[in-house]
């Protein structure tokens, strides 16, 4: 009996395979309902299981002879017999799919499985019947739940445990494993192989078994210890039940830096095959995600080097090429000693050269690490750039409209390489065709994708006026006037933040944005007070200052908004949190309404108010309309902590009714008020 390559095995039972080699596991489907022995304690008695109990006929992909037949050849006596009865099962259930996994799982042949695996004494049958487990439980969590109570979880463990035991005794005569090899210990390893990858399937989607894994320190030093031997079967099943603990579950990446992972891997990845490579560059970028300190301790390890002696050798395998290439970018994330390592030693080149490469897949990961490479990184940017990086990057853009996270990536990359560099912002805009695929993609579906375009819209127009002029030429500001309603604070931001920069230098776009009506777009981000962000904020009451100059008509009309106005008192009080937003507001209030900004104003923060003043408004004030009289008499008014304006009298009765809330916005008003506004009064 010959045992399987490790990417077969993984290609076949987790279904992660592109090219011919394993990438991460696909999300876990939901699984069907189930009857009550999916859903309940399994009787692992193959005894107390009647002969009728075949599973659900709904669910059924095999014959019921078919079924009998495997029960009684599962019951021979030979081990030779039995261990091919297993893999010919395995690989009816890899062909038929999740359907028959439940049939499998939920009929008399599953209690016998893992009677073979538990008691068979033959290690041709221990490591079939491992198969057969991992390819009912692979990215089934209804299958998974019935095999975790059984004995077999425990004796995948003791499997792994005397692998480990016989790495030593590994035969360079055996490379394709031989069922039953005797003292050289071939046929151990073979079976801890098979149980690591049954544990594999266990652990997708398990936290709760990850968790339980590393916490049982011997089998987990024990599928380390497989890293460094010599068998790539063996190597691949380690790293890849590793890679499955902490690439859902980082948090539990310390526990495994702990056991002492990180040389053995480094060995895996610089010594073992390319598919062995490939794997470990998908477990090495799941323990250095979102940690500096992993990141540093692995470039000492030399990984930088290595990774990227990876990318170069597996010039013609995708998936491997693609896996190195994204470990690299995470690992150089926000470390700028990576980044600047990666560039030095010319492997930064080489990630700009992957962007063209045939491979969609290649691509992207590529255009993830010149995000991760170029990060606050001025060399790293004007590298990329002068190599053609940002030509290369735009290329993408149409191969890669049918992908919403292909074309976040590229837009991601464009806008971190011209971010703070006018080298880049003007070598894009002269990239021919790229205007046209700008205003597109502001239009999209995505609010992500608007919100990364209109930031690069931004970065782009700052000190471009003539990319200003085309840019509005071909309908921009229509799309940004629609990104200030958006419910995405990021694209509404960035949107309005694009659409101050595209006045900023040329003044005959002022006139068509005020055409289209966009200060009413405008007020409403001023008068939410939730869900806008202080940037955005801070360039609607930008956008309103530039078109208010010179344009009264259009002041007028920012006056006569109540609702402005004390949304701008409330962005001059000394308590506002920005002083950019607080110091344009308060140039805003003092062209529209003088009189207001010249008013005393009242703290917003209620637990230091001590007075109210009360003030007159002018004959014109219109925006001063008492809230509950809605009259704009020269009676004496005042502002609320909470800014919303009333007259003296008005507010007095209110409160002297049993209120003690602003009756637009019941924001509580302290019980010192009333008397507050009686010595005012007086």
Wanted: net charge neutral; aromatic share 4%.
């Amino acid at each position: 009996m010959s045992t399987p390559s490790a990417i077969t095995f993984v290609a076949d039972v987790l279904c992660v395979a592109t090219s011919g080699h394993a990438l991460l596991p696909a999300p876990v489907a939901g699984a069907r309902a189930m009857d009550d022995r999916a859903s309940g304690v399994v009787n692992w008695d193959i005894d107390a299981v009647s002969d009728t109990d075949k599973g659900d006929p709904i669910v059924s992909t095999f014959s019921e002879d078919a079924l009998e037949a495997a029960r009684c050849e599962l019951g021979g006596d030979c081990a030779s017999s039995v261990s091919q009865a297993l893999l010919s099962l395995r690989k009816r259930i890899l062909s038929q799919g999740p359907l028959s996994q439940l049939q499998v799982a939920t009929s008399s042949l599953f209690p016998l499985i893992i009677r073979l695996c538990v008691e068979s004494a033959a290690l041709c049958v221990q490591e079939a019947s491992c198969r057969v487990l991992c390819s009912i439980t692979a990215k089934n969590p209804g299958t998974v739940a019935m095999l975790m109570g059984s004995p077999a979880v425990s004796r995948f463990s003791q499997f792994v445990c005397r692998g480990q035991a016989h790495l030593t005794m590994q035969c360079p005569q055996h490379p394709e494993v031989p069922a039953d090899a005797g003292s050289c210990g071939c046929g151990l390893i073979a079976v801890s192989c098979a149980a690591m990858w049954a544990l594999c399937a266990l652990c997708i989607k398990n936290r709760g078994f990850q968790e339980a894994l590393l916490d049982d320190a011997v089998t987990a030093r024990a599928v380390i210890a497989h890293l460094s031997c010599d068998s790539d079967e063996a190597k691949s099943a380690a790293v890849w039940l590793l890679c499955n603990t902490v690439m859902e579950a980082p948090s539990l990446a310390p526990r495994l830096m702990d056991l002492g992972v990180a040389a053995p891997l480094m060995q895996a990845l610089s010594e073992g095959s390319l598919d062995v490579k490939g794997l470990a560059a998908w477990a090495l970028r799941a323990l250095v995600v979102t940690d500096q300190g992993r990141q540093t301790y692995f470039q000492g390890l030399n990984a930088v080097a290595v990774l990227g002696k990876v990318m170069r050798d597996s010039y013609n395998v995708a998936s491997i090429q693609a896996s190195a290439v994204w470990a690299l970018g995470t690992l150089a994330n926000e470390v700028k000693d990576v980044q600047d390592q990666v560039r030095e030693e010319g492997i930064l080149e080489t990630v700009v050269a992957l962007l063209a490469s045939p491979s969609l897949q290649v691509q992207n990961q590529a255009s993830l690490a010149v995000y991760y490479l170029a990060a606050r990184n001025s060399d790293n940017q004007t590298y990329v750039g002068a190599h053609g990086g940002i030509e290369r990057l735009v290329s993408l853009l149409p191969k890669a409209t049918g992908s919403i996270k292909s074309v976040e990536k590229v837009m991601s990359s464009l806008l971190c390489l011209c971010l703070k560099h006018p080298v880049n912002q003007r070598h894009l805009g002269s990239v021919s065709g790229y205007i046209t695929q700008i205003v597109r993609f502001l239009g999209c579906s995505s609010p992500r994708i608007q919100g990364l375009t209109a930031g690069l819209v931004r970065s782009l127009v700052a000190e471009q006026p003539m990319l200003q002029t085309l840019l509005a030429a071909h309908g921009a500001f229509a799309y940004l006037a629609d990104l200030c309603t958006s419910k995405d604070a990021f694209a509404q931001e960035q949107g309005v933040a694009a659409m101050y920069n595209m006045l900023s230098l040329q003044a005959l776009n002022k006139p068509f944005l005020a055409s289209l009506g966009v200060e009413v777009l405008l007020f409403g981000i001023l008068a939410d007070s939730t869900k806008p962000t202080k940037l955005a904020y801070t360039c609607a009451v930008m956008v309103l200052h530039a078109l208010c100059e010179g344009n009264e008509e259009f002041t007028c009309t920012v006056r006569n908004n109540a609702m402005v106005v004390q949304a701008l008192l409330r962005f001059c009080h000394p308590s506002c949190g920005c002083p950019r937003l607080r110091g344009h507001a308060d140039r805003l209030l003092y062209l529209v309404a003088p009189e207001v900004h010249a008013a005393p104003r009242v703290p917003c923060c209620l637990s230091t108010l001590s007075a109210i003043v009360p003030f007159t408004p002018g004959a014109t004030d219109r925006q001063l309309d008492c809230l509950i009289c809605q009259e704009p008499s020269q009676m004496p008014m005042v502002f609320l902590p909470c800014f919303h304006v009333y007259h003296v009298e008005c507010i007095t009765s209110w409160l002297g009714t049993g209120h003690d809330k602003c009756c637009m916005c019941s924001t509580p008003v302290l019980a010192s008020l009333s008397s507050m506004i009686g010595r005012n009064r007086a």
